[in-house]
């Protein structure tokens, strides 16, 4: 499971006050996930997600928060949703937040189909992204993602990879 801050009804209760979303029926916590704790948050009104960060402190958020602006001027991405002071970063458990509204779907066995529209998708993500100006030391440690981008330039994949803004600094 990949619920890593644990928030009890209350806590939730608490944290949608800040917004007109309509009262608390049900927080259900989200086992998919590597970093970040997730919930499912269904109101009277309708369903969210609150993500609450593990390791991403202030500072860095604006980051975040830039890519996903950015992404949803030409992409379908859930975009954070303000509080009634139009704030989108909250705390809870002493951890920074946010607040998303909950897309229908649900997970598919891949076909070629579904691969060919990830494709799309994608292209559209890196020409939405071209030409982003900020960049973030890389947080992992240095094999993770330069592995990827060494094999990447040795075999001639996608060679604008390496030097594509959001990639991390190796």
């Not at 960060?53 to 992409?75: C, M, T, V, W």
């Not at 859930?78 to 909950?102: C, E, F, H, N, W």
């Amino acid at each position: 499971m990949s619920v890593y801050t644990s928030i009890s009804q209350a806590e939730a209760e608490q944290f949608l006050s800040q917004y007109k979303v309509g009262k608390l029926s049900q927080l259900i916590p989200i086992a998919n996930g590597a970093d970040n704790s997730n919930y499912y948050l269904t109101t009277d009104k309708q369903s969210f997600v609150l993500t609450i960060f593990k390791h991403i402190n202030f500072n860095e958020l604006p980051y975040f928060l830039a890519i996903i602006s950015r992404a949803g001027q030409a992409l379908p991405v859930a975009m954070p949703i303000p509080d009634i002071r139009g704030k989108v970063i909250q705390t809870i458990a002493d951890k920074l937040s946010v607040l998303l509204p909950k897309f229908s779907g649900h997970h598919v066995t891949p076909t070629p189909i579904h691969c060919t529209e990830i494709g799309k998708f994608l292209g559209r993500f890196h020409q939405t992204f071209y030409d982003f100006e900020l960049a973030r030391d890389n947080p992992r440690p240095p094999h993770a993602v330069c592995t990827v981008q060494g094999v990447v330039k040795t075999f001639g994949l996608m060679p604008a990879y390496t030097r594509h803004p959001l990639s991390y600094r190796c």
